[in-house]
């Protein structure tokens, strides 16, 4: 947590003093000051008082110079210096929300805050758009930059990359140009990266594309790809479906697990009820497909160095491969004892 030296709500009392009521009232309701610290909306506020939401928005204006231009405002610049400070402590570029709650969980103390940031020559605000959230900030060159990189960093994934928190950290910083010192450091790079609307990271903590299914996990299918992918190697629909549920803590029924992996081609079965990822080079078949494959790609091989070949293909049994492999009608054997396919 930020912490503030001021007051807020005895801040917001004085710099709001030399106003009319009506143009109080509309500032209080605008922002969100009063009990129920509930912003409230040009036309409700209109409503209320019988004119239009363009009046509103006028007065609303007008009352926001007036405050910048009144010795109570002026006496307070040390709040706003000091708000300047929390935010450079932040990153100097810090989205809305994370600022806000790092200064406090109190809904109204952050609608005071608020206040503050829209009144303060220092601060400037970034609005949404599609690649950032709203955001706040106290230096161009560095949001120029944190800007640019995380466009580049997006630009760099693909849909189904992966990659751990510390490389994504590790490509940031080296992206981002012309730091200080006091920016190069894992939590201002963590509060950069959640800028982004295009990158985000997974239960497991693997960033990628906020959109890709293995950052956005939308069921049973998508839990036991990044389950399995954690495992490292081939593991059986039981396994999967109690790996899910204790590292997600999501209800997985083994069944439904089973009919999910056979769906989706992410998942290839090697076994008795044993899957693999075909991204690990595994492909689908039954036995004699796989050894017919493997003649096929390296020629003439041993009974030896076949089995060997299978086995790091499927999960099948010594004995099978052997049996499939003496059928004449798919494979024959040369005086040298190497089998070829037929």
Known sequence: MATISFKPKQVTKKILSPLQDRAFEVVTGRFGLGADAERKTLEAIGQNYGIT????????????????KSDAYKSEQKTFDELKKVIKTLGAIVAEDDLLSSISKDKSTQNHIHLYL??????????????????????DAISDSVHISL??????????????????????????????????????????????KKLDKNPLGEWGNAESSNIKT???????????????????FREVAKAVTNT?????????????????????????????????G?????????????????????????????????????????????????????????????
């Open 118 to 139: 829209v009144l303060g020559d220092d601060f400037k605000k970034f609005k949404e758009d599609d690649h950032f959230k709203t955001r706040w900030s106290v230096d």
């Open 282 to 342: 595994y492909e689908s078949g039954v036995v004699r497909d796989v050894i017919k494959k493997i003649l096929k790609k390296e020629g003439p091989l041993s009974k030896e160095d076949v089995v060997d070949r299978v086995m790091k293909e499927r999960y099948f049994k010594k004995n099978t491969i052997l049996v499939n492999l003496q059928s004449p009608k798919y494979f024959k054997k040369n005086k040298q004892g190497l089998y070829s396919a037929v």
């Open 53 to 68: 939401r363009e009046r509103v928005r006028q007065i609303e204006n007008a009352a926001l110079t007036a405050i910048k």
């Open 151 to 196: 466009k580049n960093l997006y630009a760099s994934l693909k849909d189904e990359d992966l990659v751990s928190e510390s490389e994504m950290i590790a490509k940031f910083l080296d992206d981002v140009k012309g730091l200080s010192e006091e920016y190069k450091n894992e939590e201002v790079a963590r509060r950069w990266l959640s800028l982004s």
């Open 248 to 280: 997600f803590n999501k209800k997985c029924h083994t069944a439904t697990c089973h009919n999910e992996l056979i769906k989706d081609k992410r998942f290839v079965l090697v076994g008795r009820g044993i899957y693999a990822l075909s991204e690990w």
């Open 218 to 236: 939308r069921g049973v299918k998508d839990y036991a790809f990044l389950m399995m992918r954690k495992h490292g190697s081939p593991m059986h």
